[in-house]
């Protein structure tokens, strides 16, 4: 056994680097995008790191030098300014009234205003969050950094419910729309969620984001890439193939052909699931880590309410603009389950610009058709029938 630190449910990077856990250093990236662009949107699977992305953007944007001694942004950035960060998660509440999006939202205004000793004036949410914005410019000299983690939780938790969702939708639209109304104040903004709403939803009041969620150069912005996983767990490796009494090489190919495969660019290395590693190491066992910790419920009530064909998901065909966007789920829900993390890219076919989909792993093979599928699939004995097809 290793007396490596493996950050099992923990997403701050202060705390991962102050409790010397293990970390793969993203912080490269992490200045490419800051300094890049100044409105970004990425979706990425549940459990892959985008908070932990989020936190590492926060503590860089607060100019906290010290935690990134010794990792690559530190021979990067020169100035490390401090500006103020308005940090925003709506992962927690389950959104099943109207009510309690107003309420989450305003009680992270109440937090921000606190933590920056700013008085939280306005008849509503989204004049509290312009009045934010400006005061803290006015007070601190420094334009304001934005960041909104799984902005998408309120809608995904009333995919069953067209009247809530849209009364939901109006809620957030009005309230993104801030972000792209003040911004004389903002330095960067930046938002994260599993799934894309369309232009005609909430995004219509903020469509100066850029996409990076399918670009070559953002492919790893999370997830742990080839390179970093052969990188960063040597000795976790040799941990395990002493544990299993395997060879080295063999523990590699263990690992890649469970938790390895996905892609979300049409080039770039392959990307292993992060929650999975992590607790596969940490328990010295190979099992379905990230399916096990839950099915998401939006997945379950859309595939119960609608007759998707489950039988012939892997091989589908779909171009990077069907796959960006879920406003329409009526009759194609393979963008979701590319989104949502059970599909992945397997090839790109540069002449037609298509994307071949298919599962990224061993894990999501499996445990889709022993977990999710079988729900739905019986015969007329009663038995589950797995409705299987080749794998690509």
Known sequence: MTDIRYPIGIQTFSKIISGRYIYVDKTE???????????????????????????????????????????????????????????????????????????MIENSLKIIAYDYSLPLEGSDNSVRFINLIKKAYEKYGQKVVILIDEYDKPMLDCLHDSDLS????????????????????????????????????????????????????????????????????????????????????????????MYDGYHFASSGEGIYNPFSVINAFDENKLK?????????????????????????????????????????????????LYQSGYLTLKDYYEETSEYLLGFPNKEVDSSFWGSLASRFFRGIDGNIQKLRVPSV
């Open 29 to 103: 990236i992490v200045y490419r995008l800051a300094n890049k662009y100044e409105y970004v949107f990425l979706s990425r699977p549940r459990r892959f790191g985008k908070s932990l992305l989020m936190s590492t953007l926060e503590s860089y944007f607060k100019g906290e030098k010290e935690l990134f001694k010794g990792l690559a942004i530190e021979n990067l950035e020169k100035d490390w300014i401090s500006y103020p960060v308005f940090r925003f998660d709506l992962s927690p509440s389950n959104y099943d009234d109207l009510s309690k999006l107003i309420g």
């Open 166 to 257: 849209e009364r939901l939708k109006v809620e957030l639209r009005s309230f993104y729309s801030v972000i792209k109304a003040s911004d004389r104040y903002i330095k960067f903004a930046m938002l994260t969620g599993i799934t894309k709403f369309g232009k005609i939803s909430v995004f219509s009041g903020l469509n100066n984001l850029k996409d990076i969620s399918m670009m070559p150069a953002f492919n790893a912005i999370c997830g742990i890439s080839e390179s970093e996983f052969h990188h960063n767990f040597k000795d976790s490796i040799a941990s395990f193939a002493d544990e299993h009494e395997i060879t080295e090489e063999e523990a590699w190919s263990k690992f890649k052909t």
């Open 288 to 336: 379905n880590y990230w399916f096990a910790s839950g099915s998401p419920s939006y997945l379950i009530r859309l595939v119960e309410r609608n007759n998707y064909r489950l039988d012939s998901i892997e091989g589908q065909i779909r171009k990077e603009d069907q796959l960006s966007d879920i406003t329409d789920m009526s009759e194609d829900f393979v963008p979701l």
